[in-house]
């Protein structure tokens, strides 16, 4: 039934944002047998009971999960006389452990598409070889990234082999050069194609012109966001959509100095009291989940930038007495800090060294991420004020939607007791930035800034796609642990711009079919 309305849904509209429509029932070819690794018996993963007595409410479950991440808190860190972290020592990031599993996690997701491209693209003389060559590579023990020792791709097969035969969506993936795991941060083209096509330019050119204008004109300007804002004029579009920015032109430049200003009169007045009693918590756990951010990349790891989201941050939780800050509010700096930052450095910016910039740049790169993300969380402060209401009515409204899109999904996480706050408490809390890279959030924050209540209400629609996309591969685990597994670890590390643009588009359809669900969604 589900297929049925999407493929009437396509044939009726022939134009909807997006303009990208996916082909929904293809077949894929199985796996081929000589992919598929065997590990002796001593070896195999011991997974933990993770089916444990249901949380008898939301308070429960909170203090059983702790966080978002599975990262432990250093409880007995001296926080406050502890320098910040770097990037040239290991030990420099708190909770190591969950750093190396997030890393394996990737790891995992690229070796199995390379097996896949691999695969398709190799001579029938030569799959022997390339098997070999595979292997031979999966071996190596270690490899240094960024100065880092990190576990090797053959550690992360090893601890998730029991749910690897599942996580086959890669092979549906177009050929295509593999996209490396730190590198095009940015929304560059993932298919190998031109920098800049001519309809690429031609958007170009009509961004510019609304730009220009005396008055810019914001639905217009929303509708061609909606599929995408190209680079060079990325950072303006999205103060502009973000309500940071007047639509007139003479006025933003007074605006915009007169903000950071504002800015920065916090910083002097309020920044001097994260070590007072009464703030002290706030900044503690700032300070501790601020290594966390990203921590495979780079950029986030520097003195820096660091200090510039803990400043950012705590100014934040100060003002905003009703929730203060709540972990995952660390996440949604990072968008905007990148995209502000590549209005100045050409190059992809997850090695860019940001101290090198003039102090003046710097500050007002941070001051437009603290005014822009506190536009964002405006509107969806009730996700993060006491017990985060916000997050369990948009459960809540997950749950009725997916039974409403889906009833085979729906029945079998019930058969098997699993309960959506376990997976999407993440995705709402994290607004999808754990499930995508950097490079797909940024894309997808795009139309989230097109759409009126993006963040709020269409974020919903974006999470029931996500969790259909993965259909197929959730109907055929057939326990509890590897459920939950999967959906903790989707293979997302190799997406572009042409996958977000079918999720998207997915969502959009769906907004449209089920229109008339109930208030409670808008929440």
Known sequence: MATDNRIN????NAKVPGSVQPVYGAQHPPLDPRLRRTYPKDTKPKFNNLKSKKAS???????????????DDEEDEDFLGTPAPTSSAPSGLHSVSSVQNQQQHHQHQAGDSE?????????????AQNLQDMREEEVAEYEHINGKVVKSS?????????????????????????IPLVARISDQNSSGAPPMTVREKSRLDKFKQLLGSPNTDLEELRKHSWSGIPREVRPITWRLLSGYLPANKERRELVLQRKREEYFGFIEQYYHSRTDEHFKDTYRQIHIDIPRTNPLIPLFQQPTVQEVFERILFIWAIRHPASGYVQGINDLVTPFFVVFLSEFVTEDVENFEVAALPLDTQRNIEADSFWCMSKLLDG????????????????????????????????????YEVEYLQFAFRWMNNLLMRELPLRCTIRVWDTYQAEAEGFSHFHLYVCAAFLIEWRKEILSMIDFQGLLMLLQNLPTIHWGNEEVGLLLAEAYRLKYMFADAPSHYKR
Do not use: C, M
Not at 9 to 12: A, D, E, L, N, Y
Not at 57 to 71: C, L, P, V
Not at 156 to 177: D, E, G, I, M, Y
């Open 115 to 127: 097996s896949a491209v691999s695969h398709r693209l190799a001579p029938p003389g030569t799959e």
């Open 9 to 12: 849904f396509w044939r009726r």
């Open 380 to 415: 969806i402060q009730d996700n993060y004020t006491f017990a985060q209401p916000g997050i369990q009515n948009k459960v809540k409204a997950l749950e009725e939607l997916v039974s409403r899109i889906d009833e085979d999904i729906h029945n079998h996480f019930k058969r």
């Open 57 to 71: 409410s939301f308070h429960e479950f909170a203090r059983s999960t702790n966080d978002a991440w599975d990262i």
């Open 154 to 178: 053959s550690d992360a097969h090893l601890n998730t082999s029991s749910v690897r035969s599942t996580l086959q969506k890669q092979q549906s993936l177009p050929v295509r050069p593999i």
